[in-house]
């Protein structure tokens, strides 16, 4: 194939968002608009990507990354044959062009594929059959069904305006014929812009046939303008991510209650319950199955895990066979081993916990390293932060703490030891032995009363 050159369109203002956000970095599937556009364009292997870019533009191309792109700014949207003139001066002298548009993000690449085949030698537009055509340009044939111009919606008659078949916007052609139709256009039309597609006309005046290439999936070709359109693509974004996970045998308790903003990687018998949402990259081993409610982030889950509901995972990674939550939360910098448990309000951060150890009840463990088969008891607190510096805490292996201990970091737990129950742990421990630091005596003073509740006088005879 000759030297492909793409061209993404992105300068336009995208009113109808309401949003002081650029309307192409708005995101579906976590990911901005245009990113998706740009993504499915380096899939065609092009010589050059060229993005005209406007409103909001240096924002835009700060948000999107790629030493790849080459950024075109159109200070002035006079219409997308402007836009593309703008482009001119990039493109290389042989080749052809495809021209995408930046707020379509679920195009099929397939569909690009094909038409580029026909395009190094005509210009090929891409069409869809709108039951409501209103707004779009008209495809325009000849009794031999030839195509013979795109007539805008506002400058077409009525009879034009009852046609279904409709320009989706993504054209391809060769260079030299780009470059030569649009030094022809002008603006001579009911919106006063420099039209793309009269270069259609202009090709047919020229004994050049155009080629139409007819999309059956209606998603592939849609917009985005509105909030509105944005949440409809969301959810076909998110049931084709649904449908993918279940074509690989994944189980989803309800393919319509699943987000993933991001890419989910998945095992075999995989099993997901309702209304999780996974960020970023996010990996679930074999057997790994999540509970409803989770929201799990940047995260590896090893083999045979269960997470249970309502747990808060990010950039974190769990070993195989243990057993998370409900209600836990994993910070970043949490790394457990194999076989550990977590369980109900239990917050691990910058943390990592050894094999068979577990954490089940109601603590905090920040900036520790703890060993292999440790038993934290419940309401245990490292208190890593003394209102300037954080400070680890070091638990060595088979060290057992006894419930609502707090470790003063910096400290070291030996192997093998026990803390008593409600200890304030300020100095190292010994290994296997047992330390208690609690108050010294229990007194009981028998006969004691609560306190009663004072009644108020009552002033109502006053
Ligand atoms: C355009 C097509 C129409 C097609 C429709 C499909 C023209 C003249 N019309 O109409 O045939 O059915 O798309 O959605 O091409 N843009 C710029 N600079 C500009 C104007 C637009 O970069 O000066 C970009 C926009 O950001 C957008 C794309 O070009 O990504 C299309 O612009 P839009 O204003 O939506 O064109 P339509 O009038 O809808
Ligand atoms: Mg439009």
Redesign the pocket.
Known sequence: MSALNIII????K?TRMVSTLPKVLHTVAGKPILQHVIDKARALLPQKIIV?Y?FGGEHVKHAIAGDDLIWVE?AE???????VQQALPYLTDQGQTLIL???VPLLQVADCQQMLTQAASHLVVQTFIKQDPT???RIIRNATNEVTA?V?HKDANSEQRNIQE????IMAMPNHYLKHWISLINNQNA?G?Y???DIIGLSVQQQLPVYAHLVQDEWAVT?I?SKQDLVNIERVAQQRQAQALLAQGVTLLDDQRIDIRGTLTCGKDVSIDINCVFIGDVTLEDGVSIGPHCVIQQAHIGKDTHIEAFSHINQASVGPASHIGPYARLRPGAQLASHTHIGNFVEIKNATIGNGSKVNHLSYVGDASVGADVNIGAGTITCNYDGANKHRTVIEDQVFVGSDTQLIAPVTVGRGATIAAGSTITKDVPADSLTLCRAREQRSITGWKRPQKVKPQSNKHQ
């Open positions: 369109l992105a300068a336009g995208g005209v406007g159109q949207q006079l219409g997308t044959g402007h836009a548009l930046g707020d707004g779009y340009g795109i805008e409709v320009n989706t916007g919106q812009e039209y793309l597609t917009g303008n």
